[in-house]
């Protein structure tokens, strides 16, 4: 079945580093990929989506491309916050049958030091 | 901003007790989606539902977990009798599909559940 594979964390950085969250994935057909943010005692939250290959999601100084040759979906930005301090999630979106599910990575927990 | 609301944010309860969890979705979505969070397994999808009916609770205890969405605005999560290895975070999320849209899933902030 369909899967996602992210790095596992905790990774910890000082604040100006650059990120990098690596996220492959094992899917039939097309899906979307997303990542989400989860900020502590909260829900997760869409950060970005890309929904065929060679698109790039962007927001919040966040960006990652579809790779569909490699199967990838890694998160980078180049200048970290320590406001940027939460747990990512990459996930893809199961649409056999239409479904939209999505299906998760364990999370990468991402602490960033002044 | 729209969200998706859910109650309780917490439970604390004894194990055999009955425990229900309710989420609002967002006024205008149609599928609404139960996971649970816990450190060992990560994010489960446990049941969703489209425009009210049930597509898929595969990923649900089917002996003691029940979902139901009684109206638009409100589903639930059932757990009868409840045990310790159910203690975990409860989160609804909902999204509208329209289509072959792939629209994206907006998350409450969940129900923590403690089992003793």
């Known amino acids: 079945g369909n899967s996602v594979t992210q790095m596992e964390g905790p990774v910890t950085l000082s604040e100006e580093a650059f990120l990098t969250i690596n996220c492959t994935y094992t899917a039939t057909g097309y899906p979307s990929l997303f990542w989400y943010v989860q900020y502590p005692g909260e829900g997760l939250q869409l950060l970005l989506k890309a929904t065929k290959a060679d698109d790039k999601g962007s927001n919040k100084g966040f960006e990652a491309t579809y790779r569909k040759e490699t199967t990838s979906f890694h998160l980078e930005k180049g200048s970290v916050q320590v406001s940027d301090s939460a747990v990512y999630f990459c996930a893809l979106s199961d649409s056999q049958g239409g479904s939209e599910k999505l299906v998760f990575g364990k999370g990468t927990k991402l602490t960033v030091n002044p | 901003d729209a969200r998706v609301t859910q109650t309780p944010r917490h439970k604390v309860t004894e194990m055999g007790q009955e425990v229900t969890m309710r989420c609002q979705p967002i006024?205008?979505?149609?599928?609404v989606f139960w996971y649970r969070q816990t450190m060992m397994q990560g994010l489960e999808l446990l049941a969703y539902?489209?425009?009210?009916?049930?597509?898929?609770d595969s990923g649900m205890p089917k002996d003691r977990f029940s979902a139901e969405m009684p109206d638009a605005t409100l589903a639930t999560l059932k757990i009868q009798p409840s045990e310790p290895r159910d203690s975990a975070v409860y989160f609804c999320a909902s999204g509208l599909l329209v289509g072959s849209g792939n629209q994206p899933q907006h998350f409450g902030d969940g129900t923590r559940l403690s089992i003793l």
């Open positions: 006024l205008g979505h149609n599928t």
């Open positions: 539902f489209r425009n009210r009916a049930p597509l898929d």
